[in-house]
């Protein structure tokens, strides 16, 4: 049975100020004069859904929802967001998790990453501080997250997303995730997670390859999901940002997501003083893309 919702403040590695009555105001991010995402900076969960800053609902600029939240068949997938499941043994991606020789497992090992301050807040840009904390309130890692929104034509923008890593523990911090602890079948989830949304299964493809068996742990450049939302309105999402050792997780059939996996068949290490910088790009577009309209967009040059 999946857990039920419930404050964030019972959660033990908990910040302060998150009851219902403290919670500031969500920040948008706009692009002209249309809002293109909603940032959730500090949502009241179960500590087993992984409470992280998300965004959500991010938008096509004609208005069309491409992200998903608390979806019935896996609640810890929350719009756009960065997610690990196994920091140093920490799950901060949320739900069950993978034990080798075991399977999937409920444990009492879920974190939190929390918004520990404001750098800059402005219509399309967000710079904010951030912590990653075992179950105990321990900070393993901390973080320094911008999100940039920008205009990419009458139908398209840019989504940026720039995070710094870098350890608190004063020793190297693990990444790891289902696959690197013994889960077959190429489940190497766990870095920058998108949760699409979608009426039937979406199409995915990269500059040489297409289908989800094809592109999943795949390092190609470029990586586009096109999809139908409920209700109508067409939409292209094209992800770019892989760094060093990272890989595609690519779900189409079970559910449509899209993750630049930071551990996917080898764990990852952020060495005690050497901080992991990671930039995510993202082209919402409206409308069906094809591969040839994709190179051609990314081709295009960016604006000063």
Do not use: K
Not at 89 to 107: D, E, K, M, P, S
Not at 135 to 148: C, S, W
Not at 272 to 281: L, Q, S, V
């Amino acid at each position: 049975m999946t857990p039920a919702a419930r404050p964030a403040a019972t959660n033990p590695a908990g910040v302060p100020g998150t009851g219902p009555g403290d919670r500031e105001a969500d920040p948008r991010l706009v692009v002209g004069d249309t809002e293109v995402a909603r940032y959730v900076v500090r949502p009241d969960l179960d500590p087993r859904h992984g409470p992280r800053p998300y965004l959500h609902p991010v938008r096509t600029l004609a208005g069309t929802p491409v992200t998903d939240a608390l979806p019935a068949d896996h609640v810890w997938h929350l719009g756009a967001s960065l997610a690990v499941q196994d920091v140093d043994g920490t799950n901060l991606w949320g739900g069950r998790t993978y034990v080798r020789g075991t399977g999937y497992t409920w444990r009492d090992d879920h974190g939190l990453i929390a918004h520990t301050g404001w750098r800059e807040r402005a219509a399309d840009r967000l710079d904010h501080d951030l912590e990653w904390r075992d179950r105990t309130g321990r900070v393993l890692l901390r973080e320094h997250r911008r999100l940039t929104a920008t205009p990419a034509g009458d139908d398209a923008w840019w989504l940026d997303l720039t995070a710094t890593l870098t350890p608190a523990t004063g020793r190297d911090v693990h990444l790891g995730s289902p696959a690197t602890n013994g889960r077959p079948g190429g489940a190497g989830y766990g870095g920058f997670f998108w949760r699409a949304v979608a009426d039937a299964e979406p199409r995915v493809f990269t500059a040489d390859d297409a289908g989800e068996e094809s592109v999943n742990g795949s390092a190609a450049p470029w990586l586009a999901l096109t999809g139908t939302a409920p209700g109508g309105g067409a939409y292209t999402l094209v992800f770019s940002g892989l760094g060093p050792g990272d890989r595609w997780f690519v779900r189409s059939a079970m559910y449509p997501g899209v993750c630049v996996a930071y551990a996917f068949d080898r764990a990852a290490v952020i060495a005690a003083g050497r901080p992991r910088h990671n930039r995510h790009r993202v082209l919402v577009a409206d409308g069906h893309l094809d591969r040839a309209a994709v190179a051609a967009r990314l081709d295009r040059p960016e604006r000063p």
